[in-house]
């Protein structure tokens, strides 16, 4: 039975990537595996791994409506890591630069600078800048994953 990939991007299966993280069965222990696993959590649906993973500081008593209204309506389609600064097995603070694209009807892209924190050898999620699109070049690949050059598809 050939192995799933991980939604994460990381070319690497489920079960050896971010599964683990999600079933409680290990912890991330960068900044940039953690920004990978909550991608994976809102791939696969898990609400309470995205609520578990972001810092209590920022916890609002609605989490867990707002992440299922959004879950029903968004197919997160890909990830790619722009940036990581710190966020390493020995730091206490990280951010990651990444870039998302997502499917809610229409084809979008979130571009986010994240912050993390480490308590408690925890990475956990604190807040994110959204950052502007990052659109490709005209005869470059779409981002939508169409398979068409950017100035056919959305250009």
């Known amino acids: 039975m050939?192995?799933?990939?991980?939604?994460?991007?990381?070319?690497?299966?489920?079960?050896?990537?971010?599964q683990p993280y999600l079933t409680a069965a290990d912890i991330a222990p960068t900044a940039e595996a953690l920004m990978r696993s909550r991608y994976s959590a809102y791939c696969e649906g898990e609400v309470d791994y995205l609520i578990t993973t972001r810092h209590i500081?920022?916890?609002k008593f609605d989490d867990r409506i707002n992440l299922v209204r959004s879950l029903k309506t968004t197919v997160w389609e890909s990830l790619r890591i722009i940036n990581t600064q710190k966020g390493?097995?020995?730091?206490?603070?990280?951010?990651?630069?990444?870039?998302?694209?997502?499917k809610q009807p229409e084809w979008g892209q979130l571009h986010e600078r994240s912050k993390f924190i480490k308590e408690n050898k925890r990475w956990f999620y604190v807040d994110g800048e959204m950052l502007p699109p990052v659109l490709p070049k005209r005869n470059h690949p779409c981002w939508c994953g169409s398979g068409k050059k950017f100035k056919h598809c959305h250009g």
């Open 88 to 102: 390493r097995k020995n730091d206490t603070a990280g951010s990651v630069e990444f870039i998302a694209i997502y």
């Open 2 to 18: 050939p192995s799933i990939l991980c939604p994460c991007g990381s070319n690497r299966s489920y079960t050896s990537c971010c």
């Open 57 to 59: 500081s920022t916890r």
